[in-house]
């Protein structure tokens, strides 16, 4: 197996991405054109947090992460589940959840995703089969539940996904996962976004041995590396990996390389805790998923520069949208605190909730706290 480290992916200088040869035009556009609005949308919202402080839930953005949900966007079928870690944003939007919805749940809105109730890192969209999780690994062994169901179902090709960071691979639960997905031979595709960071920790100083890729094989699930801002080498690995899980109902882990521009949480920078060099951050903004395929796709004339400026236009009249929508929808009401009983087939949970004294909820969110993410 190749071998990819952060240590020697900062080596290459810059990165010479090639679109592969009978890559379809149109395909290529739209994995670019999802990476921008991503990339456009976590700007805005980065921008948007502070002045108003109208949002108060932490949120972790993803710029400099975006090509693994533009592929998946393109891969996953509706009928696929997808769990994501706390870095929500590109996973929601890859499952065609609606922008409008996660920039009110981000406002604390009724017509949020959630009611407004869940934020970011909580954040799910069940029409869509997609769902988040804060707890580091805890997803990956929700999901897992949700592949063991697709195996009992025969004429099911669907599948379950998990995205998560090199950092989740720490917790003993990530690795009670691996070995149930390998030794049951579920339909689970593992992810893992080794942006090298665990808050401000870089991976060399949290794990010793093999790479993570590597470790999962001990377990029997098959894996590969890749160079993760590549979207079009990340679209021929995982178009190989979801073909073969949906066939032959095996789990696979995919191990992509990438970096995040974003400070670990908000917007502040907190590249003022020097804990990444002026050298990483720039060669991973030159070679950052948009920028390369930006640069390719001009230098083969499948886009021009004026399509580009259509194509940002448009999305920002649509973030400008959400915004209005999400800064225009109500707060929930009191009453609709027994909306969150998702458990319909439980008499006893709906009758608990309704007991529930709810005079200690004070719905009146105060713009003086959270104010630190
Ligand atoms: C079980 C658990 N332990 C600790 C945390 C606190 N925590 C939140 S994010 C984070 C770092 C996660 O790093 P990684 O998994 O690599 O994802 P990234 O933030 O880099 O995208 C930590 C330690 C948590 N959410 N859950």
Same mark, same amino acid.
């Given at each position: 197996?190749?071998?990819?480290?952060?240590?020697?992916?900062?080596?290459?200088?810059?990165?010479?991405?090639?679109?592969?040869?009978?890559?379809?035009?149109?395909?290529?556009?739209?994995?670019?054109?999802?990476?921008?609005?991503?990339?456009?949308?976590?700007?805005?919202?980065?921008?948007?947090?502070?002045?108003?402080?109208?949002?108060?839930?932490?949120?972790?953005?993803?710029?400099?992460?975006?090509?693994?949900?533009?592929?998946?966007?393109?891969?996953?079928?509706?009928?696929?589940?997808?769990?994501?870690?706390?870095?929500?944003?590109?996973?929601?939007?890859?499952?065609?959840?609606?922008?409008?919805?996660?920039?009110?749940?981000?406002?604390?809105?009724?017509?949020?995703?959630?009611?407004?109730?869940?934020?970011?890192?909580?954040?799910?969209?069940?029409?869509?089969?997609?769902?988040?999780?804060?707890?580091?690994?805890?997803?990956?062994?929700?999901?897992?539940?949700?592949?063991?169901?697709?195996?009992?179902?025969?004429?099911?090709?669907?599948?379950?996904?998990?995205?998560?960071?090199?950092?989740? *691979?720490?917790?003993?639960?990530?690795?009670?996962?691996? $070995?149930?997905?390998?030794?049951?031979?579920?339909?689970?595709?593992?992810?893992?976004?080794? $942006?090298?960071?665990?808050?401000?920790?870089?991976?060399?100083?949290?794990?010793?041995?093999?790479?993570?890729?590597?470790?999962?094989?001990?377990?029997?699930?098959?894996?590969?590396?890749?160079?993760? $801002?590549?979207?079009?080498?990340?679209?021929?690995?995982?178009?190989?990996?979801?073909?073969?899980?949906?066939?032959?109902?095996?789990?696979?882990?995919?191990?992509?390389? *990438?970096?995040?521009?974003?400070?670990?949480?908000?917007?502040?920078?907190?590249?003022?805790?020097?804990?990444?060099?002026?050298?990483?951050?720039?060669?991973?903004?030159?070679?950052?998923?948009?920028?390369?395929?930006?640069?390719?796709?001009?230098?083969?004339?499948?886009?021009?520069?004026?399509?580009?400026?259509?194509?940002?236009?448009?999305?920002?009249?649509?973030?400008?949208?959400?915004?209005?929508?999400?800064? $225009?929808?109500?707060?929930?009401?009191?009453?609709?605190?027994?909306?969150?009983?998702?458990?319909?087939?439980?008499?006893?949970?709906?009758?608990?909730?309704?007991?529930?004294?709810?005079?200690?909820?004070?719905?009146?969110?105060?713009?003086?706290?959270?104010?630190?993410?």
């Amino acid at each position: 197996m190749k071998k990819f480290s952060h240590k020697n992916i900062s080596k290459i200088g810059k990165y010479k991405i090639k679109i592969p040869k009978r890559f379809d035009k149109k395909l290529a556009n739209r994995l670019f054109r999802f990476m921008l609005r991503l990339r456009i949308c976590e700007l805005y919202l980065e921008k948007e947090y502070h002045p108003a402080d109208q949002m108060k839930c932490p949120v972790h953005f993803c710029v400099g992460e975006e090509a693994i949900p533009a592929v998946l966007n393109e891969l996953l079928i509706e009928e696929d589940f997808l769990f994501s870690h706390h870095r929500s944003h590109g996973y929601y939007l890859a499952k065609n959840a609606p922008m409008k919805k996660l920039f009110a749940e981000l406002y604390g809105k009724s017509s949020g995703a959630n009611s407004g109730i869940a934020g970011s890192m909580d954040l799910s969209y069940t029409k869509k089969n997609f769902f988040a999780g804060a707890i580091l690994s805890g997803a990956a062994s929700i999901a897992i539940g949700a592949a063991l169901s697709l195996s009992l179902k025969p004429k099911s090709k669907a599948i379950a996904v998990t995205g998560f960071g090199d950092g989740a *691979t720490e917790e003993g639960l990530f690795w009670e996962t691996i $070995n149930y997905a390998g030794l049951k031979k579920l339909p689970i595709l593992f992810i893992c976004e080794n $942006n090298n960071y665990s808050t401000y920790a870089p991976q060399s100083k949290r794990q010793a041995g093999m790479s993570i890729a590597e470790r999962v094989r001990s377990f029997g699930v098959d894996s590969k590396q890749v160079f993760g $801002n590549d979207v079009f080498i990340v679209y021929q690995e995982l178009k190989k990996a979801i073909t073969k899980a949906r066939k032959s109902r095996t789990p696979f882990l995919l191990e992509a390389f *990438t970096y995040r521009q974003s400070s670990h949480v908000g917007p502040p920078n907190d590249e003022k805790v020097k804990y990444k060099s002026k050298k990483e951050i720039k060669f991973w903004k030159k070679n950052c998923p948009v920028a390369l395929s930006e640069r390719v796709l001009l230098m083969k004339n499948f886009l021009k520069k004026t399509d580009i400026n259509v194509i940002k236009s448009e999305i920002k009249k649509e973030i400008k949208s959400c915004f209005d929508y999400a800064k $225009n929808s109500e707060y929930p009401s009191l009453n609709s605190w027994d909306d969150l009983n998702l458990s319909h087939n439980s008499p006893l949970a709906d009758k608990l909730l309704l007991d529930l004294d709810k005079t200690d909820f004070d719905i009146e969110q105060q713009t003086e706290v959270s104010k630190g993410f």
